[in-house]
């Protein structure tokens, strides 16, 4: 066991032990260094020690690497070597308890949130929307809201989209021009999101944050999100993840600094978070960030440099493990000098030369006191995990999931009516009725084999046929009438009645050459 009274034992210094303490492990953390230095298993010591307290943790896999912690370690040589040093003689090695996620329902369960719950802010960033689209984006959700109707899934949001476009100019005068050229570049980026797969991320049924708080047996349950798929969607993995950080906000009542956090958060590649981010939504991020501590939720960020973190939010991060830098160039001698900055300074070596000289498995710590002051920067050796390092098969997997205690909330899709189908039928609803034998016929917009568009065109252009003779009969008169019985009419006729009769021969055969013409082309659609 890796806790105690005294904190959550995560390195050795020459010192002594280095422990976040429990109070303090809410204002959040940075784990940092070069690709190879150590900073996946770090993760995994911290995320298992917070476990074996109790405390529940999300966490990116980028690599697979993470599965492991579902599973119990065994004694290597690295372990037998290092364990004297730690002074732990005999350790007992077990795995936590895991629920596995996949926002494409491969490799865990669907984490799933409808289009309404994402926002216009958060869904423009994930479409790369300019200023004017992300105006009818928001323009699109209000008058959503106002019909009320429910926005869910990428289908309902198209069909919004083309409500607006449709009926634009019935909302230009409240809500500003809607240009349809505005409507289709939005419903581009859309089909491209969906080609990437976001199809399957928005939907019900949507995701409850409480199950990122559970407990088994005592400890806390590590929710671990498959992400070696979504990491190729930069921005769709870095708006998942904002989102959910956004719903524990939202979601979670104050509570304030508790003897040990509700949930701890890794956000894994967190430079991806702000990489093309505007300014307002950045200040966002800090915003909730600052103020989620008091939810009981720590956020810790892994990165290979300090500087890919904006510095207002950098300031925040008070418990640090800086693994490895590499100083070759001008700009990594800088990231390396901006790094030791970060630290308050140990007069018994220069920060700036050690983060170049650490080996795999060393870091710079420094972890808040019991009074939120950064403690003096320590070189020091990571403790090893007691959980497996490296990933499970796939049948190892799949017997985590089969176990799991939430599949049956979350690995059937629901489809419930919303915008989509709520706009098709108010469009039926006002198509043009046809009439038969004086009563309204609605065409069927929908095809079964054909077979019933077919039918009732034939019924149509029948009704239509007989409706045009009948108006021709009148139009004729009694000419006309006689003529299509049959009977015999007098040859001698006036001037105006050639001219009557003339024009109703051109026109019957006009309108027939025409009608004939329309309901056949119809037919063999």
């Known amino acids: 066991m890796y806790t105690s009274d005294l904190g959550l034992y995560i390195a050795h210094c020459d010192e002594g032990n280095l422990t976040i303490n429990g109070k303090m492990a809410n204002r959040h953390g940075l784990i940092a260094g070069a690709t190879g230095t150590g900073k996946t298993v770090t993760l995994q010591v911290m995320a298992e020690t917070f476990s074996q307290a109790g405390v529940p943790c999300f966490m990116a896999d980028m690599k697979g690497d993470?599965?492991?912690?579902?599973?119990?370690?065994?004694?290597?040589?690295?372990?037998?070597?290092?364990?004297?040093?730690?002074?732990?003689?005999?350790?007992?090695?077990?795995?936590?308890?895991?629920?596995?996620?996949?926002?494409?329902?491969?490799?865990?369960?669907?984490?799933?949130?409808?289009?309404?719950?994402?926002?216009?802010?958060?869904?423009?960033?994930?479409?790369?929307?300019n200023e004017t689209q992300d105006g009818v984006l928001n323009i699109v959700f209000r008058i959503a809201d106002e019909k009320g109707l429910l926005i869910l899934d990428l289908k309902d949001l198209r069909s919004m989209l083309d409500y607006v476009s449709k009926h634009a100019k019935e909302y230009t005068t409240t809500y500003?021009?809607?240009?349809?050229?505005?409507?289709?570049?939005?419903?581009?980026?859309?089909?491209?999101?969906?080609?990437?797969?976001?199809?399957?991320?928005?939907?019900?049924?949507?995701?409850?944050?409480?199950?990122?708080?559970?407990?088994?047996?005592?400890?806390?349950?590590?929710?671990?999100?498959a992400a070696d798929k979504l990491m190729m969607q930069p921005k769709l993995y870095s708006t998942f993840l904002l989102w959910l950080i956004s719903e524990l906000y939202s979601t979670l009542p104050e509570v304030g600094d508790q003897a040990l956090p509700k949930l701890v958060f890794f956000f894994d590649e967190?430079?991806?978070?702000?990489?093309?981010?505007?300014?307002?939504?950045t200040d966002k991020i800090e915003q909730v960030i600052r103020l989620i501590r008091s939810k009981g939720v720590g956020i810790y960020f892994i990165s290979q440099l300090p500087t890919d973190i904006p510095d207002n939010i950098l300031g925040q991060l008070g418990n640090r493990v800086q693994h490895a830098l590499r100083a070759y160039t001008p700009r990594d001698q800088k990231a390396v000098k901006v790094a030791a900055e970060t630290f308050r300074a140990n007069p018994a070596f220069k920060t700036e030369e050690a983060i170049t000289t650490l080996e795999t498995g060393e870091a710079l710590v420094?972890?808040?006191?019991?009074?939120?002051?950064?403690?003096?920067?320590?070189?020091?050796?990571?403790?090893?995990?007691l959980s497996q390092i490296g990933a499970i098969n796939e049948g190892e997997r799949r017997d985590v999931m089969n176990r799991s205690t939430i599949g049956h909330k979350y690995d059937q899709i629901i489809d419930r009516e919303s915008a989509y189908?709520?706009?098709l039928a108010e469009e039926e609803e006002n198509l043009p009725a046809q009439t038969e034998g004086g009563k309204a016929v609605k065409t069927e917009t929908t095809t079964e084999g054909g077979k019933k568009k077919k039918g009732l065109l034939a019924k149509v252009g029948k009704a239509v046929l007989t409706a045009v003779t009948a108006t021709l009969g009148t139009i004729v008169g009694t000419a006309a009438s006689d003529a299509i019985s049959g009977k015999k009419t007098k040859k001698t006729t006036s001037a105006g009645q050639r001219i009557v009769k003339n024009s109703t021969s051109a026109a019957t055969r006009t309108i027939t050459r025409e009608l004939t013409r329309d309901i056949l082309g119809n037919l063999i659609k």
Not at 270 to 281: G, V
């Open 270 to 281: 967190a430079h991806m978070l702000f990489e093309d981010t505007s300014k307002a939504l």
């Open 66 to 129: 993470l599965s492991g912690i579902s599973k119990a370690g065994a004694m290597s040589g690295f372990i037998e070597k290092r364990k004297g040093e730690f002074g732990i003689d005999n350790p007992v090695f077990e795995g936590c308890p895991v629920r596995f996620y996949d926002v494409f329902g491969e490799q865990g369960h669907p984490i799933r949130a409808t289009i309404s719950q994402m926002g216009p802010q958060l869904l423009s960033r994930l479409l790369g929307l």
């Open 366 to 385: 420094s972890f808040l006191d019991e009074k939120g002051a950064p403690g003096i920067v320590q070189k020091a050796k990571i403790l090893f995990p």
């Open 421 to 423: 189908e709520m706009l």
């Open 176 to 225: 500003g021009n809607i240009s349809s050229a505005t409507v289709g570049a939005i419903q581009r980026s859309l089909l491209q999101l969906e080609n990437q797969g976001a199809n399957n991320f928005f939907g019900e049924p949507s995701f409850d944050i409480h199950d990122l708080l559970q407990t088994e047996g005592g400890k806390g349950v590590m929710s671990v999100l």
